[in-house]
T-cell receptor
Framework: DSGVTQTPKHLITATGQRVTLRCSPR?????VYWYQQSLDQGLQFLIQ???????AKGNILERFSAQQFPDLHSELNLSSLELGDSALYFC?????????????FGPGTRLTVT | AQSVTQLGSHVSVSEGALVLLRCNYS??????LFWYVQYPNQGLQLLLK??????LVKGINGFEAEFKKSETSFHLTKPSAHMSDAAEYFC????????????????FGKGTKLSVKP
């Protein structure tokens, strides 16, 4: 158990819909990262937040957005969903802002868009 | 920019045999290098990492990796495979450098599935 929690575990929704994925980092971790894992694209970094502020952006689509709240939990919002958005979405957390730190991954949310 | 290449999407070894998973990276600045393992239906777990210092890095579960700058490689090894090592392994590279306005990134290879035969 990494200490990172993600909800829900599974999500099935239709094209065009909007969903919110939630992540609670390990106690004491200030950075939260979001990743997408799909058969086509592999594991891709989406976005990083550190102590409530966006710090780094990867291959995140404009239809996707995220935020980190004062209690440090984070939400990833996916809108106007397409079939190709079906994937496993991971959240990870680390202590600081530097990328040299170990990231602890949650169990993931499996999103299926039908 | 950075990239990671993992040679071999599937590797099969016998129990007790040497495990060697290959990873080559590309980075224009000194990289941070990681190996993660993913068991079925689970998240990723860090096996080991190289940031600075000693180039031979020891990790969990008996794995180790050597950073070879001249070969731009970070291959993962384990002297004797166990059945419990069957999983998918990801090599990843990151840096704190600012690329295109984004402060940092973690680039993963496509993964290598390790099978262990009894």
């Amino acid at each position: 158990d990494s200490g990172v929690t993600q909800t829900p575990k599974h999500l099935i929704t239709a094209t065009g819909q909007r969903v919110t994925l939630r992540c609670s980092p390990r106690s004491g971790d200030l950075s939260v990262y979001w990743y997408q894992q799909s058969l086509d694209q592999g594991l891709q970094f989406l976005i990083q937040y550190y102590n409530g502020e966006e710090r780094a952006k990867g291959n995140i689509l404009e239809r996707f957005s995220a935020q980190q709240f004062p209690d440090l939990h984070s939400e990833l919002n996916l809108s106007s969903l397409e079939l190709g958005d079906s994937a496993l979405y991971f959240c990870a957390s680390s202590v600081g802002v530097t990328w040299r730190n170990e990231q602890y991954f949650g169990p993931g949310t499996r999103l299926t868009v039908t | 920019a950075q990239s990671v290449t993992q040679l071999g999407s599937h590797v099969s070894v016998s129990e007790g045999a040497l495990v060697l998973l290959r990873c080559n990276y590309s980075s224009s600045v000194p990289p941070y290098l990681f190996w993660y393992v993913q068991y079925p239906n689970q998240g990723l777990q860090l096996l080991l990492k190289y940031t600075t210092g000693a180039t031979l890095v020891k990790g969990i579960n008996g794995f180790e990796a050597e950073f070879k700058k001249s070969e731009t490689s970070f291959h993962l090894t384990k002297p004797s495979a166990h059945m419990s090592d069957a999983a998918e392994y990801f090599c990843a590279v990151s840096t704190d450098m600012n690329y295109g306005g984004s402060q940092g990134n973690l680039i993963f290879g496509k993964g290598t599935k390790l099978s262990v035969k009894p």
